[in-house]
C-alpha cells in the first residue's frame, strides 16, 4: 500500500504500480476488497494527498477538490455556492458512509445510482484529472462512459471538478429505493444571467442524461428579468420532455416528471413578480 502525500507522489505510485487501485474513503472499495471480490496486487492511497482537500470559489466558479467527503460538501459555507451538491450528498448514505465517501470516489466508482454526478452535469461541471502526462479535464458530462468506465486513463486519478459560476437557484430531487440507492434523480440549474435552466436525469438511464428538448422549451417560458414561469401549464411541459429523457420503464418517467415539476416550481414561480 503507498500512501503518498503529494499529488506528484501519487502520480509517481501509480507509475510505480499501473495495476494499482486508488483508495478513496473506501466505501465502495472496501467491501469489494473485505470480500475477495477484488484482489489487487497493490493500492495507492489518498486520503494523505494534501492538493486533494478541500475547495475554493471565486467569481469564475467553484474549485472541489475530489477527497472532499459528502459530510464536506454539506458544510454551510460551500452548501451556500452549490447547494444542490449538497442535498444530494446529504442524502446519500447514512452518515459513517457520508463522512468517508468522496467526492473523487463516487466519479471513480462511476455508478448508475450514483448521486454526485447528474449534478456536476446539471452544473456543466469539468473533471480535473492528473497524470504522467500533466493535468487534463473532461466536461463532466462525458466523464462517465457506461456504469464503471470512464474517461480515466492509465496512470490518471481524478483531482478536483470546477464548477463555473451561476447566479440562480440549484436544486436536486431523487426517489430512492428500499436500498437508499436513486431509482432517478433530477438536478436543475437556473443561471439568471446567461438567461438558462439546465437540466440532468440521473440513475434512470446508464449514464446522467441532460434534457436538452425541456431546456429549450423553458427559454421561451420564462421572464428572464424577475426569473418566473409565465404560465403554469409549463410545469406540466417541463416535467413532461424531461422525462422523455427517462427510458422506457413508466414508474421512472412519472418520477423524473414529478421530481422536475416540483423543482422548477421551487426554482421559478409562477406569474408576474
Ligand atoms: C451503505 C452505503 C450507502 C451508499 N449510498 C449511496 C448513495 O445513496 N448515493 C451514492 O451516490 N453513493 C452511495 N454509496 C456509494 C459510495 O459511498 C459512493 O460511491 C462514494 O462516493 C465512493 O467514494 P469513496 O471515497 O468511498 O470511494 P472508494 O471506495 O475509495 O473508491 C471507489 C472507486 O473510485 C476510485 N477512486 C477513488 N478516488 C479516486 C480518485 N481520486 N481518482 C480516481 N479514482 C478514484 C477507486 O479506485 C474505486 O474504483 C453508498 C455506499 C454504502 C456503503
Known amino acids: 500500500m503507498a500512501t503518498p502525500h503529494t499529488l506528484d507522489e501519487a502520480v509517481a505510485a501509480l507509475e510505480a504500480h499501473p495495476a494499482a487501485l486508488l483508495l478513496g474513503g473506501g466505501t465502495d472499495l472496501m467491501p469489494a476488497l473485505n470480500s475477495g471480490r477484488l484482489r489487487p496486487g497493490s493500492v495507492v492511497a ?59 470516489g463516487n466519479l471513480g466508482t462511476a455508478a448508475r445510482r450514483g448521486d454526485i454526478l447528474p449534478v456536476l452535469v446539471a452544473l456543466d461541471a469539468v473533471v480535473l484529472l492528473h497524470g504522467s502526462g500533466g493535468p487534463r479535464k473532461v466536461p463532466a458530462g462525458r466523464f462517465v462512459l457506461e456504469p464503471g468506465r470512464t474517461a480515466l486513463r492509465p496512470g490518471e486519478l481524478i483531482a478536483a471538478a470546477w464548477v463555473p459560476a451561476a447566479r440562480g437557484p440549484q ?37 446522467p442524461v441532460r434534457a436538452t428538448a425541456a431546456e429549450a422549451f423553458l427559454a421561451g417560458r420564462v421572464d428572464w428579468p424577475a426569473g418566473r414561469v409565465a404560465d403554469a401549464a409549463a410545469y406540466e411541459e417541463f416535467g413532461r420532455l424531461v422525462a422523455t429523457v427517462a427510458g422506457s420503464p413508466p414508474y421512472a418517467r412519472h418520477a423524473v416528471a414529478v421530481c422536475a415539476r416540483r423543482l422548477l416550481a421551487r426554482a421559478l414561480p409562477a406569474g408576474p413578480a
Open 46 to 104: 489518498l486520503r494523505a494527498v494534501r492538493e486533494l482537500a478541500g475547495w475554493h470559489g471565486d467569481d469564475l466558479g467553484v474549485w472541489l477538490g475530489a477527497g472532499l467527503t459528502f459530510t464536506q460538501l454539506q458544510q454551510p459555507s460551500l452548501a451556500a455556492l452549490l447547494p444542490a451538491l449538497a442535498r444530494a450528498a446529504g442524502a446519500a448514505g447514512p452518515p459513517a458512509v457520508r463522512n468517508a465517501a468522496t467526492l473523487g
Open 171 to 207: 436544486e436536486f430531487c431523487a426517489v430512492r429505493r428500499e436500498s437508499g440507492r436513486s431509482l432517478v434523480s433530477v438536478a436543475l440549474a437556473v443561471d439568471l444571467d446567461t438567461r438558462r435552466v439546465r437540466c440532468a436525469v440521473g440513475a434512470a438511464r446508464p449514464v
